[in-house]
């Protein structure tokens, strides 16, 4: 009987094990193989969804990407005082090479940009009615973030640095790690062009209306950031315009009412979506205060910059007083949108570029500039001027990741120092230099 | 199943009607001289004797050819004594540590005489009733070259173990453990935004027998391609035929920070930052003299702002200016610590039925405010032998342990960030509410300790079966089914006044986390001497295990009251999840032992793994391993040395692997993402279809040697591993979208010796014995494919994996002090051009090349344990060390920056600079400016050698006589210490430091708020009934 035991422990084993082999062809339960991810109409417009999820990162859109024009920008008008050394070290303009807030920016944003070119590359498979579309999309997300790289890691475009270093342009998707993925530095004026060239390309494609994704007016806002960013002003005026001339937008009647919001607002031409499920308001963790979900209240306005409206100005009365210090009232929902562009910058693009023109494209500048004034609750001016035009600018969009970018552009000395300064301009993170020998570091790093 | 035994009957009959005679004696304890009760008596090669009585006798008759008998008995060194009169007296000496002790390897077991690869091996008994949480703290120093690092004092802090150096950088480098047999999940299962929970902490090592730790290739590749990194293999204990015995074990005591810091008092804190704020003042006006009309005015400004400002602020409702409140936040992030323990255990059965059945309780209470450690646990071992041919078993045991967390080193809310408040804070308002910011600095984790609660689970349900049969005489077949379930629950719930739960009145989590991982194996064990010259054991056997962890998690914010705590109470779910994680292993696997005149020995061993885990196109792989062994001693040309009385070299070579990576490391990934409130995909992972394990080549050399009649045994040996096609993260330029991908690159090397001594010093009344190990690795990454260094650019932290340099040096600015004219740091620039390195100095940090300027890892680790006794008093201690090691302090940058910021600073600022020609170390202190505070720079570097009484026992065994009289078998009281001194030049809390939320091969020897080990002492009292 002991015999019958022991067979049939044997049979045991063996009939265990049989079939075990095939046992080690498992697959993963929480992703996905990339072969199926692209193959089919409704799987590449999830990976859509998901360059939307990567641009919404919290690093990026989520906020820091405008939270550090601030404080890059920041001189005696707002304060970082918070623990993080990340962006104290922008904002006391002594980065060094290892920052963590700029390897961030930057890996992030090209995790974002593959995301789309994955996209750019599977179009074939998108029904032939989306098609023009899901590329639209994918090219403004793209285009968005080389706007932003080229800002914050390379000198100011003009015509000295068209032929400057830019950061690398990859327009396609990596499907492995080979020695090209040792990409070179693109020229400022390589990245402008291409940036302008999509953008162009993505107005054309994108519908009117798109929900909260982007639309035909988040192109032209964006090209009319660029054209402005660049010196283009007429064809700066003239992407304004479309915009403004869609019908589409409109400004809320109060100031206060553009901000933390859980839905876009009549003047959001694009924002990026929060809900309390997924997204961060990294604008909320750093400007706001405890009570509204935000760090320690690392950001503290001053009063240099308070001096600077109108004591009937309702965006003067928007600050208020918080953990012993003065805050900005733009941020204080947690789970707020993060709007990227709003009606008022395109008037006040308009507004500026016509001025500097001498023209009239879709308005006088006097019009536009009044818009956006009388809109703060303050009269309506009769004539204006260039200085005019770029205060209420400073105004309107303050504490919103416009800061250094217009002082670079307009050529303003920041914090003592000229706006060309070497300090001013991001270095090419060392993780990225190691990784890639072919990257040239920045001048000052 | 009944003729048999009948048959097995009359075979015993038929034996005893041979002719017989009677032999009788008596068993005593060669040290105390006192008879020994329940002693084993056998006639060898058979079942037949008996055990002795209260006063040692036995008598009973023996066949007539019956030439000697086996007398064995727990914890004695088993003795054969031939049959040379009626009447024996046999004196039985305790167990040291002896040639004919039993080793277990990798799917049996083999005497160390005979043992041709490298085992070391620890005992139950040694390890016994340490007054720690994990068997792995308890083993920390005893055994040759396995450095085992607990790098936090909270309770249940995951262990680090590395057994002859760390052989990987991008997977794992602990080791496999298998307990009983069953190869556990021994990665930590919690939360893994979360530090670690050390999985084995539910483990009771007072159940264990042996830990044995394969350490070369020939003992370790039976585990194949999870053998890299070592194999510990613990077995429990099991009963033995005999009286039943009866113990009970309680235990209590205390526990303190094995160190503490010095930190500015409040006067000095308020005088501190007046100096810096005017320091800033200054600085300010050397870099702007533009934006002010003087120096004063900006002194005036920083003043204003950054001193009264701030310390009104800081203050509270009390004066600083009159130093009002003195609070001492470390003080305040302490709480004394305790342990109790209570062990029952009893063992016993007959010849056909042991048993071995425990249960224990232990409650460690953390030296950290709101941690502490609760552990639960029963066991049941049981053999039975239905007959000479089948016998079959379990062990089982079933454990809880529940612990309350301290949060993370890097989390405002742990306890020990409070030192970076000021001391000029009260911790409570005139209300007695506990002050948050903006009183404090920052978030006042006093708050957190008394409204959030953060209460980890686990339940772990191991069991073995097993079932063997001899299919003739040599030959058996042995089936085993093994199942771990291992379950983790973590709940959490932050108050309305917490810094999670301020913005949502409340905040919860709860998550559960199951692992199954079962293991079927079947193998023939095959063992005969041949004749008398040679000798031959074998085995050969497939296995399968298969590893599904399934986690479920949910979180919610809106509670009606702080009270209600669980997620019933929520008014908003925020996230919900659900994962599972599979992974299989699949493997065949065979070992000859071979022994000519048990003088030449020989082992060769194989195994082949086939894992999920690995690409397709590398699906299995192949371990050999060989080893040789030849007894000196037993050759007739050493027969004169008398006092060497056992000589062995040997020598091993063979390849073990490591798979310890994730699951799906292989495959090209997308992965779930969610964004306005629409569900999408995003790329994860580039594929590597080739990707698969690591492999590491390891020669072993090896001398065992006795002398003196074994009196001095010891172990020397060299090795050298060689580990290649790494699984390394490899960074990857990221404007490919991706930061890393998994590669087999690279190539690392660690050499070493070691030394392993046992000596019994004195033996009879007064004896000592002294058992020492000492090993030295030498760690040194040759290959890491294309780069030159991996280093992923924190500005914080900087181990970095370099060529030529062992892993994870610490790679930075090096820091020359400060310049004596401007009080400014400076560093050396260290940069190199054409072979010359610039040693100039330069107050720009960016300027400063990065260079090697320490190691984590000790050169030398060791320990030393003494035992005496006498008359039934005994005393153990124990030293460990490491030596030569640096310990990176990551929040110098905070703590110990001349006041960058507010945070409390360490003493040894107050020698900043302040007027030209100063000379100190500590640059000026300037408010809101860095001046030094650069982390990754060698000011934050030190020395961490250190040597440590780790553990004291002192005990006392009451005699037989008063024992007997309390009808008892045996008696003992104990008191037991832990940490109990260090000495060390670390001038941080503990040296024995890796801060807990940084896992992972690199990061290693970093203090960031760690918390520092209890410093433990307990009494206790043993009964034996």
Redesign the interface.
């Known amino acids: 009987?002991?015999r019958y035991?022991?067979y049939a422990?044997?049979l045991?084993?063996?009939l265990?094990?049989s079939g075990?082999?095939e046992?080690?062809?498992?697959?993963?339960?929480?992703?996905?193989?990339?072969?199926?991810?692209l193959s089919s109409d409704g799987?590449v417009k999830?990976?859509?969804?998901?360059?939307?999820?990567?641009l919404?990162d919290g690093d990026l859109f989520g906020g820091n990407i405008l939270r550090n024009a601030e404080l890059l920008g920041g001189d005696?008008e707002i304060a970082w005082v918070g623990?993080f050394?990340?962006p104290?070290?922008i904002f006391?303009k002594?980065l060094?090479?290892?920052?963590?807030e700029v390897?961030s920016a930057?890996?992030e944003s090209?995790?974002t940009?593959?995301?789309a070119?994955?996209v750019i590359a599977s179009l074939e498979v998108v029904v032939a009615d989306d098609k023009s579309r899901v590329e639209g999309e994918a090219l403004f997300i793209r285009s968005l973030l080389y706007f932003e790289l080229v800002r914050y890691f390379a000198p100011q475009y003009d015509a000295s640095t068209t032929g400057a270093a830019g950061v690398?342009l990859?327009l396609t998707?990596?499907?492995?790690?080979t020695d090209a993925?040792?990409?070179t530095r693109a020229t400022v004026e390589q990245v402008y062009t291409q940036v302008i060239n999509d953008l162009t390309r993505a107005e054309g494609l994108l519908p009117e209306e798109n929900d909260?994704?982007a639309t035909k007016s988040a192109a032209a806002a964006l090209l009319a950031r660029v054209y402005l960013q660049k010196g283009d002003y007429a064809s700066a005026a003239s992407a304004a315009s479309r915009v403004i001339e869609s019908g589409l937008y409109e400004l809320n009647a109060d100031y206060a009412d553009a901000f933390n919001l859980d839905e876009n607002s009549g003047e959001d031409i694009f924002a990026i979506?929060l809900?309390?499920?997924?997204?961060v308001n990294n604008m909320n963790t750093f400007f706001s205060i405890?009570?509204?979900?935000g760090r320690?209240?690392d950001i503290e306005i001053l009063t240099d910059h308070l001096a600077l409206y109108d004591s009937a100005d309702a965006r003067l009365a928007f600050f208020y007083e918080g953990?012993?210090a003065i805050r900005s009232g733009k941020w204080n929902n947690?789970f707020g949108n993060v709007s990227v562009f709003r009606l008022a910058e395109m008037y006040l693009i308009r507004a500026e570029a016509n001025q500097r023109l001498g023209t009239s494209t879709g308005a006088t500048p006097l019009e536009d500039y009044n818009e956006v004034h009388t809109r703060a609750g303050l009269d309506a001016a009769t004539a204006v001027t260039l200085e005019d035009i770029l205060l209420e600018r400073r105004l309107e969009l303050a504490h919103e990741g416009f800061r250094i970018h217009d002082q670079k552009r307009l050529k303003e000395a920041v914090?003592?120092r000229p706006s060309t300064d070497n300090k001013l301009v991001f270095p090419i993170?060392?993780?990225?230099i190691?990784?890639?020998p072919n990257?040239t570091q920045n001048a000052g790093? | 199943?009944k003729?048999?035994l009948l048959l097995v009957l009359l075979l015993v009959l038929g034996v005893g009607a041979f002719a017989q005679r009677t032999v009788s004696g008596t068993v005593t304890d060669g040290r105390s001289g006192e008879p020994l009760e329940g002693v084993t008596v056998l006639v060898k090669g058979t079942t037949s004797g008996e055990f002795t009585d209260s006063e040692g006798k036995f008598s009973f008759e023996v066949p007539a050819d019956a030439a000697s008998l086996l007398v064995s008995y727990l914890g004695f060194r088993t003795l054969e004594v031939p049959i040379t009169g009626e009447t024996l007296s046999i004196v039985l000496e305790e167990d040291v540590i002896s040639m004919d002790e039993v080793i277990i390897t990798g799917y049996g077991s083999q005497i160390k005489r005979e043992l041709t690869g490298n085992i070391a091996k620890v005992s139950g008994e040694e390890i016994a009733n340490m007054p720690v949480n994990s068997i792995e703290q308890a083993m920390q120093g005893r055994a040759a070259g396995v450095f085992i690092e607990t790098g936090n004092g909270k309770p249940g802090s995951l262990t680090r173990i590395r057994i002859r150096g760390a052989s990987s950088v991008g997977a794992s480098n602990q080791p496999l453990y298998v307990i009983d047999g069953v190869p556990i999940v021994s990665d930590p299962q919690n939360d893994p935004g979360d530090a670690s929970f050390n999985p084995l902490a539910d483990f009771n090592f007072n159940d264990v027998e042996s830990v044995e730790i394969l350490k070369d290739a020939s003992a370790a590749a039976i585990y194949g391609s999870r053998a890299s990194n070592g194999v510990v293999l613990i077995t429990t204990k099991r009963g033995s035929a005999g009286v039943t015995s009866f113990n009970v074990n309680l235990q209590g005591g205390v526990s303190d920070p094995t160190g503490s810091r010095e930190f500015l008092n409040s006067q000095e804190f308020v005088d501190y930052y007046e100096q810096a704020a005017i320091g800033g003042g200054k600085y300010d006006y050397r870099?702007?003299p533009?934006?002010w009309t003087d120096e004063q005015e900006a002194i005036d400004f920083y003043l204003g702002t950054y001193w009264t400002r701030r310390m009104n602020?800081y203050a509270g409702h009390s004066d600083w200016e009159t130093g009002e409140t003195e609070t001492d936040w470390q003080q305040e992030a302490f709480q004394r610590g305790g342990f109790r323990q209570a062990d029952v255990n009893v063992s016993g059965g007959n010849q056909k039925t042991r048993f071995y059945l425990s249960g224990s309780y232990s409650k460690q209470q953390g030296i950290i405010i709101a941690s502490d450690l609760e552990r639960v646990s029963g066991r049941i071992n049981l053999d039975h032998s239905?007959?000479d041919?089948?016998s079959f078993g379990l062990t089982m045991s079933l454990s809880r342990v529940m612990t309350n967390r301290a949060d993370d080193d890097n989390q405002f809310s742990t306890p020990l960030q409070l030192v970076a408040l000021a001391p000029i804070t009260p911790t409570r308002d005139l209300d007695g509410v506990l002050y948050?910011?903006?009183t404090t600095t920052?978030?006042n984790g006093l708050i957190e300790a008394q409204d959030a609660l953060k209460q980890l689970t686990t339940y772990r349900n191991l069991v073995n079966t097993y079932?063997q049969?001899n299919?003739v005489s040599g030959l058996s077949?042995k089936?085993e089914l093994g199942l771990d379930l291992y379950t983790l629950n973590d709940e959490k719930y932050w108050g309305r006044r917490t810094?999670t739960g301020?913005?949502?009145n409340g905040f919860a989590s709860s998550r559960w986390s199951q692992s199954f991982n079962y293991n079927?194996?079947?193998y023939l064990n095959y063992s005969k001497t041949l004749s008398e010259a040679h000798s031959i054991n074998a085995i050969a056997g497939?296995e399968?295990q298969?590893t599904q962890v399934k986690a479920t998690s949910i979180s919610a914010q809106q509670f009606p009251v702080d009270d209600l705590k669980t997620i019933f109470s929520a008014a908003?779910i925020?996230?919900g999840s659900s994962?599972?994680?599979?992974?299989?292993f699949?493997s065949y696997f065979a070992r000859v032992n071979y022994g000519y005149k048990q003088r030449y020995l020989l082992t060769l061993s194989a195994r082949s793994d086939?894992?999920?885990r690995f690409g397709a196109n590398n699906?299995f792989g192949f371990f050999p391993a060989a080893s040789v062994g030849w007894v000196l001693s037993e050759e007739s040309f050493l027969d004169g040395l008398d006092a060497l009385s056992f000589l062995k070299l040997r020598a091993s070579y063979g390849r073990t692997g490591n798979a310890a990576i994730g699951?799906?490391e292989h495959?090209?990934?997308?992965?779930?993402?969610?964004?306005?409130?629409?569900?999408?995909?995003?790329?994860?992972?580039?594929?590597n279809p080739d990707l698969q394990w690591e492999k590491s080549d390891q020669l072993d050399i090896g001398i065992d040697f006795g002398l003196f009649n074994d009196r001095i045994t010891g172990e020397l040996d060299y090795y050298n591993k060689n580990t290649f096609d790494l699984l390394l993260d490899?960074?990857?330029?990221?404007?490919?979208?991706?930061?890393t991908?998994l590669q087999n690159i690279g190539s690392m090397n660690n050499r070493g010796f070691e030394v392993l001594i046992n000596s019994r010093n004195l033996a009879g009344d007064f004896s000592w014995n002294t058992s020492f190990n000492f090993a030295r690795n030498i760690n040194e990454v040759t290959n890491l494919g294309e780069?030159d260094?991996i280093?992923?650019?924190?500005?914080?932290y900087m181990n970095v994996v370099k060529v030529g340099e062992p892993i994870g040096v610490f790679y930075g600015a090096e820091y020359a002090g400060v310049d004596t004219e401007t009080g400014d740091a400076i560093w050396y620039k260290n940069t190199e051009e054409n072979g010359v390195v610039d040693r100039t100095v330069t107050s720009d940090?960016?300027e400063a090349q990065f260079v090697v300027l320490g190691t984590p890892n000790p050169d030398f680790i060791g320990g030393i344990t003494n035992t005496f006794s006498y008359k039934g008093v005994e005393l153990s201690f124990m030293f460990q060390g490491v030596y030569g090691n640096s310990i990176h302090n990551a929040a110098g940058?905070?703590m110990s920056c001349n006041a960058c910021?507010f945070?409390n600073q360490t003493r040894d600022q107050l020698s900043a600079w302040k007027n030209v020609g100063d000379v100190t170390n500590v640059p000026e202190a300037r408010i809101g400016?860095?001046n030094g505070?650069?982390s990754?720079s060698s000011r934050y570097l030190s020395d961490g050698s250190y040597l440590r009484l780790k553990n004291l026992s002192l005990a006392y065994d009451f005699p037989k006589s008063v024992v007997q009289r309390l009808h008892m078998s045996s008696l003992r009281i104990y008191a037991n210490g832990v940490n109990l001194l260090t000495f060390t030049n670390y001038d941080g809390w503990d040296p024995e430091v890796t801060t807990d939320f940084l896992g992972g091969n690199i990061n290693s020897g970093v203090d960031f708020y760690a918390a520092p080990q209890p410093r433990t002492i307990t009494a206790g009292i043993k009964l034996g009934l």
């Open positions: 009987m002991n035991i022991s422990l044997v045991l084993a063996l265990a094990l075990c082999a046992k080690l062809n498992l697959q993963p339960y929480q992703s996905v193989s990339e072969e199926l991810a799987n999830t990976v859509l969804n998901g360059a939307y999820d990567a919404s005696n623990t050394n990340g104290r070290e006391n002594a060094i090479t290892t920052n963590g390897e930057w890996t090209y995790q940009i593959n995301v070119n994955n690398p990859v998707p990596t499907r492995g790690v993925s040792k990409v909260q994704y979506q809900t309390e499920q997924d997204g405890p009570i509204y979900g320690d209240g953990n012993g947690q914090g003592g993170p060392q993780r990225e190691n990784a890639n990257l790093y | 199943m003729q048999h870099l702007y533009d934006d602020r239905v007959n041919k089948l948050d910011r903006p920052y978030y079932i049969y299919i077949i089936g810094l301020l913005a949502n079927t194996k079947a497939i399968f298969e908003t925020t996230a994962t599972i994680n599979p992974y299989n699949l086939g894992s999920s699906r699951n799906f495959l090209g990934l997308y992965g779930p993402i969610s964004y306005n409130n629409q569900s999408g995909l995003a790329p994860t992972q580039i594929p490899v960074p990857v330029p990221s404007t490919t979208g991706f930061t991908q780069q260094i280093d992923e650019g924190s500005s914080r940090y960016n940058g905070f910021w945070d400016w860095s505070d650069q990754r």
